[in-house]
Each structure stands twice: as structure tokens, then as C-alpha cells.
């Protein structure tokens, strides 16, 4: 089992920057595949990037490509979402995830896909 802690989130104008870390605790990140996913007020949970246990591919979808990045850091126990040119339909709670599955295949963006999830940190984005 591991335990997963997001930080990093807050209030950032449109067009600036965040950078989201996720600690992990009780085991190792590099066993596992890890996500991150968002959820605004009244929506569904939404994938947002994944990255594989070797860290070789990454997933990323549409809404944030060319915008958002992915990495980790095995050293640290942590991987980070780096969030650059903010809109404000970014604003959620965003949550990391740990898949202890064999392979992604083509389930990386499924919420069931993972097993372990954080608590979540709010980012809001002003116009």
C-alpha cells in the first residue's frame, strides 16, 4: 500500500503557473504508474496526465497538452504536475493516483484504472 499527499495548489491569475508535487509514503513511486486527474465543481473526475513506472511514456489529454507536464522523481519518492498558461476552466481539485497494475495498456485515462489516490488540492485560476 501507499499514501499519497498533493500540495502545491492556490489561487493564480490566467496565463501563470503551478507546479503540483505528490509525496508518497509507505512505498516506493517507482512501483507504480502514477496519474493525475481533476475535478471541478458539479463535473466528473477527469484524467489529466499519466506517466509509466519506468517514466519512458507519458499520457496526456487534449484539454492541457502543450500546456501541462508530467515527471517524477523516484530519488524524492514524489512526482509533479508542472502546470504553465492557466485558463480558468483549469480550476479543480486535482488528485494524484497510483496504478500497481502490469501495464497500462489503453485504460491510463479510466479513474478505476487506479488503486491509491490523494486527498486532492484546490487550483483556482482568475480571469
Known amino acids: 500500500q501507499v499514501q499519497l499527499v498533493e500540495s502545491g495548489g492556490g489561487l493564480v491569475q490566467a496565463g501563470g503557473s503551478l507546479r503540483l508535487s505528490c509525496a508518497a509514503s509507505?512505498?516506493?513511486?517507482?512501483?507504480?504508474?502514477m496519474g493525475w486527474f481533476r475535478q471541478a465543481p458539479g463535473k466528473e473526475r477527469e484524467f489529466v496526465m499519466a506517466i509509466t513506472r519506468s517514466g519512458t511514456r507519458t499520457y496526456v489529454a487534449d484539454s492541457v497538452q502543450g500546456r501541462f507536464t508530467i515527471s517524477r522523481d523516484n530519488a524524492k519518492n514524489a512526482v509533479y504536475l508542472q502546470m504553465n498558461s492557466l485558463k480558468p476552466e483549469d480550476t479543480a481539485v486535482y488528485y494524484c493516483?497510483?496504478?500497481?497494475?502490469?501495464?497500462?495498456?489503453?485504460?491510463?485515462?479510466?479513474?478505476?484504472?487506479?488503486?491509491?489516490w490523494g486527498q486532492g488540492t484546490q487550483v483556482t485560476v482568475s480571469s
Open positions: 493516483a497510483a496504478d500497481s497494475g502490469f501495464d497500462f495498456g489503453n485504460t491510463y485515462y479510466r479513474t478505476n484504472t487506479y488503486d491509491y
Open positions: 509507505g512505498r516506493s513511486v517507482s512501483d507504480y504508474a
